[in-house]
């Protein structure tokens, strides 16, 4: 039996117009490199059949930028889903991006300076550096996710929480991407980016106020059901 992997985003608008969605990018567009709305600050990228890949071929560090800021200094979540069908590869999401020396990132390791989850902080006098035992599998879609709440930072994979961590002096970048590492050409894709407001960035709402919600579903692949 095989059930479909689902990316369920939640988002809402207010009778004022307040939205919680920041940004939505389904990649659902004429193909352009780098992709449009998207800056490609290390190696070359495209977006081809829905999705956004690396097309160079083991570049290290690759990194696409969002164009324009993507988040709020404080409180949101970042998510997307992410697949590799390359076996010594690395790839994830970057935040608080404020340049090439000064961001974070969620990988996945797949035998590439280890096989594992890795939060990694670029910059900073104790950069954040930890890891977490998980063995990723290619040819296989994950739904990455990032919450941030001030100096909170925590990590899901496939909706699992995997990392719970305070930064005392924090990344100040407002803006987010997609890092891969060693990827052969075309074999590391990113799909569906929903970054939200959460906490103190979310919308003000008033006693009988009629909120609208909307629930994004996007089907990436099959997984074995039991």
Known sequence: ILEP????????????????????D????????????WTAVTGTWNNTAGVAQQTSDGTANALLQRSANATPSNDFSY?????????????????????????????????DGGTNISLVETGGTSPINQTFTFSPLTNRWYHLEVRVEGNRIRCFVDGVQVFDVTDTTPRTGVNIGFYANNCAANACRFDDVLVTRLNQTACTVGANDRVTYTLTISNQSRLPGY
Not at 7 to 12: E, F, L, Q, W
Not at 26 to 37: I, L, Q, T, V, Y
């Open 5 to 24: 992997l689902l990316h369920i985003g939640k988002s809402y608008v207010t009778p004022y117009g307040c939205g919680a969605t920041l940004l939505e």
């Open 26 to 37: 389904n990649f659902n567009r004429a193909m352009a490199s780098p992709p449009s709305g």
């Open 79 to 111: 998510s997307a889903m992410v697949w590799s069908g390359d076996a010594t590869s690395s790839l994830g999401l970057v935040f608080r991006y404020a340049g090439v020396g000064s961001y974070y990132r969620l990988i996945l390791r797949l035998n």
